[in-house]
């Protein structure tokens, strides 16, 4: 599963509104520190808005804040805002998935795709957070 | 490596603060308890696996030695939830090693910390066994319970689950 530009803009924004939650954090703030384009990142907020994960604070020193539940949110409904996940594989649409081998490879890839749903269902957002926390801590040691 | 004893029922006991106006301590499973776990994996299961649990209880519940582990959440007579692992030596090359196989929480108990105190507790007495890892096994669907190892820092291991029908 490769996830799209919007969705991963969509996952830094969640979990850096998240990890900060009294805090608002203007657009171009995420995308100076992620290095994307202001622009799309604003689409990709508002899409975030409409579905109440995060809400603007406008005024001096407005932005967003993070609006959703980081226990309960998982990374799997970020991404379904974004992405039809229920699409099947490549190769289970493309000209050749009708042949055995097209069949037999279809599967293989649909375990992999299976997999990789079932990994983004069971993270939630507190979750990632913490992971990040330890990340952060690892790469203080080294 | 150090493989030591669990010592005696209170040698694992932790509170779990969550439950107000209630002691909620991990310990040794007992036979009285039984009926009660029973009952607790039935109403999430939907099975009444009599047999298994005796069966269970019998290798586990009465081992002693610190390497199989049967542990309850009680909150005086009542069970709240239950963990079930073991050390597992050289599974495929791989260094021995602590193992969760069975681990739920009364529906109306959850988010108060008992299965993070469960875990916590066989997570010690697999450290006091000489063991440095933790594994566990579960279905892809289960995202409750997959969220919760999660949760508690637990990441995808080097091996894969592989299965094929019995023709």
């Known amino acids: ?24 954090i203007s657009a171009a703030q995420i995308a100076e520190k992620y290095g994307i ?9 508002r899409d975030l808005g409409r579905a109440g994960l995060v809400e603007s604070v406008r005024g001096v020193g407005g932005g967003y804040r993070f609006s959703g539940n980081a226990k309960r949110l998982t990374l799997m409904d970020v991404i379904e ?11 289970n649409t493309d000209a050749g998935a009708a042949s055995d081998v097209g069949g037999a490879l279809g599967m293989v890839l649909d375990e992999i795709d299976d ?28 | 490596m150090k493989r030591s004893g669990l010592g005696r029922d209170g040698a694992l006991q932790q509170k779990a603060p969550a439950r107000a106006g209630s002691q909620v301590r991990v310990r040794a499973v007992r036979e009285a308890d039984l009926a009660q776990v029973i009952e607790i994996d039935a109403r999430v299961t939907g099975l009444r696996k009599r047999a298994y649990w005796r069966d269970i209880f019998e290798r586990y519940g009465r081992a002693r030695g610190g390497e199989r582990l049967f542990l309850v959440a009680a909150d005086g007579e009542t069970i709240l939830g239950f963990i079930v692992g073991e050390v ?28 993070t105190q469960l875990l916590a507790a066989i997570c010690d007495a697999f450290r006091r066994a000489g063991v440095k890892r933790v594994r566990t096994l579960l279905a892809r669907d289960n995202a409750e319970i997959l969220s919760f190892f999660r949760s508690q820092g637990m990441m995808a291991g080097p091996f894969i689950p592989l299965e094929k029908e019995l023709e």
């Open chain 1, 1 to 24: 599963m490769r996830l799209q530009r919007s969705t991963r803009l969509a996952l830094y924004s969640v979990l850096e509104f998240a990890a900060a939650p009294e805090r608002q």
């Open chain 1, 37 to 45: 384009s202001p622009h799309h990142l604003a689409k990709v907020l």
């Open chain 1, 81 to 91: 805002l974004f992405e039809d996940i229920s699409a099947s594989s490549e190769a």
């Open chain 1, 115 to 142: 997999i990789a749903k079932a990994t983004f269902r069971s993270i939630s957002i507190e979750t990632m957070l913490k992971l990040v926390e330890r990340r952060r801590g690892a790469r203080a040691k080294t």
């Open chain 2, 88 to 115: 597992r030596d050289w599974e495929f090359g791989s260094p021995p090693c602590g193992w969760v196989f069975g681990i739920n929480v009364q529906p109306d108990a959850r988010l108060s910390g008992i299965g």
